[in-house]
Structures are given as structure tokens and as C-alpha cells.
Nanobody, 123 residues
């Protein structure tokens, strides 16, 4: 199981980005997938998840700015982020776990992690 994140970069405050998470060697058909982020000096936090049944979850304080989706082939998961602010600066990761995540926002719920993609928000 290999996960490859992409789509990060530098953006000005108020801007938007769409992150991608590609599955290599498998599909997300029977997996729960999530997006986490980790800013310097902070713990890794869950911000969104797509459950095995397709139900989306979002961190309450960010739900108006996030949209998680998956392609029809179930090989790529996307996270659309809007109105980005400097405190959104972090490395963003997409972990996955077979079938179910006990708690979608809990880092230890996931067995497989990608290398992350950096998002920097500054003027």
C-alpha cells in the first residue's frame, strides 16, 4: 500500500488549493481515507475523512472551507481547501486504513501514510 500526496504549494491568504492523494498498487474501494495536517511544533490533526461507505467527515472549525471527494475509479482522493489562511500552513498527509477507522480524527486509526505535501499560506 503506497499513498502519494500532491497539489501542495504556496498560496496567498484567501486562496484555494486542491490536494490529491493517489493510491499506488491498490484502490480505495475498501478503505477509509483521511486528510491530516501537521504544522511545525504541533501535533498531527485530522481535518477530513471519507469513510468506507463514502460518508464525509470534517473538522468542525473547517467544514465550511473543505470538500473531500474521490474519483470514479477510487484511485485518487481529493481535498479542496478554500479561504486559506496563514495558520493553514502545514504538511498535509492522506492516511488510509482497511475498511474502518475507529475514530476518523485519531492518528493511530490509520495504518498507511503518504510522505505529505507542503502547503504554505503567506502574503
Amino acid at each position: 500500500v503506497q499513498l502519494v500526496e500532491s497539489g501542495g504549494g504556496s498560496v496567498q491568504p484567501g486562496g484555494s488549493l486542491t490536494l490529491s492523494c493517489a493510491a499506488s498498487g491498490f484502490t480505495f474501494h475498501d478503505y477509509a481515507i483521511a486528510w491530516f495536517r501537521q504544522a511545525p511544533g504541533n501535533e498531527r490533526e485530522g481535518i477530513s475523512s471519507l469513510g468506507h461507505g463514502g460518508t464525509p467527515y470534517y473538522k468542525d472549525t473547517m467544514k465550511d472551507r473543505l470538500s473531500i471527494s474521490i474519483d470514479a475509479d477510487k484511485t485518487t482522493v481529493y481535498l479542496r481547501m478554500s479561504n486559506l489562511q496563514p495558520d493553514d500552513t502545514a504538511v498535509y498527509y492522506c492516511p488510509a486504513v482497511w475498511r474502518y477507522a475507529l475514530f476518523w480524527y485519531y492518528v493511530n486509526s490509520y495504518a498507511h501514510w503518504g510522505q505529505g505535501t507542503q502547503v504554505t499560506v503567506s502574503s
